[in-house]
DNA sequence: TTTCAGGTTTACGTTTACGTAAAGGTAATT
DNA sequence: AATTACCTTTACGTAAACGTAAACCTGAAA
């Protein structure tokens, strides 16, 4: 066997990689977020290609629509635009900035307020083993409605 | 007449705010997100609603569902749990954690990427400038970016 | 040769998070 | 009284991002 330097995947390599099912890839592909080539009919993947599909879940988790990240790959050869396309481009860079920015905010603060809540999780487990210190299997004694 | 305390909002005002539209608010009390006061027939906000709604559109900026922003509002009074209950609300909170961590990490790289998109921009832009030499209105020529 | 594990297209279904009328109530102006 | 500005409910519509089912090809293994 020709030890091949171009690596390549089948879809459903992909699909158990990223832990998403072969529909989706087929999905970013019609929405022109892939375009791998084809042997006969079936799709083969390039690491290029799957870095993309990388970018596009990335992308995902960050709250993108599939057209923000199809624009966002649009960034990568900025080579292809005219005077005010460039311009376009980085506003689009700013605002998304901002974003981020925004985001990286609020991941902060809820990192905090997860803190609390776990406290206050914890503390209630606590006030349960208080309550279970003796032998028998004693109801808990606040107020609030129990299933 | 008299300066009560307790400071109340209209729909409009808050979706004014917040900038979304009545509509929306309304379908998250349909959802059980909210729940609001009624004088009459119309609904009555008060501080502790709106501080419920911002932390429904925070969640969504980071990409939660409506329902995920339900529970997490559950992690406010674990008095209300069995300890099984418990167990759950901490396993969801690191859970959380875990998500937050990543989308932690996904915007510090994205953040270096835009950086980089920038600099391509402003590069391809500049050569621009050059082709167009003469009589441009004259561009700045430092290739740091600006604040 | 049949079976079977993968791949393909086509196409309709589903969930989430609202948008968008339609039809009407209420309170303050004009 | 009539207009205006909000508010209400009811209900159907919609876009995004896939899920799911049907019907088919295809190469390798039993």
């Known amino acids: 066997m020709s030890s091949d330097k171009s690596q390549t995947y089948s ?3 992909l699909a158990r990689e990223f832990d998403i099912t072969p529909r989706t890839i087929r ?6 977020l892939l375009a791998p080539t ?18 596009i879940l990335r992308g995902k988790r960050l709250g993108f629509t599939l057209e ?3 624009a966002l790959f649009d960034l990568y050869d900025p080579g292809s635009g005219n005077r005010r396309q ?12 901002t974003n981020l920015t925004q985001q990286l905010h609020d991941i902060q603060v809820m990192m905090i307020e997860l803190d609390e809540s776990e406290a206050r999780c914890n503390q209630a487990l606590e006030e349960f083993s208080d309550t ?5 299997p004693i109801n808990n004694k606040n107020t609030m409605t129990e299933e």
Chains 1, 2 share one sequence.
Do not use: C
């Open 38 to 55: 084809r042997r006969g009919q079936v799709r083969i993947y390039s690491p290029g290609d799957r870095v993309r599909l990388k970018l």
């Open 27 to 32: 999905f970013y592909e019609e929405q022109g």
């Open 11 to 13: 879809i459903s390599d």
């Open 68 to 70: 923000e990240s199809r």
């Open 86 to 97: 460039l311009k376009t481009m980085l506003a689009t860079i700013a605002s998304h900035r």
């Open 132 to 136: 279970t210190s003796s032998t028998a």
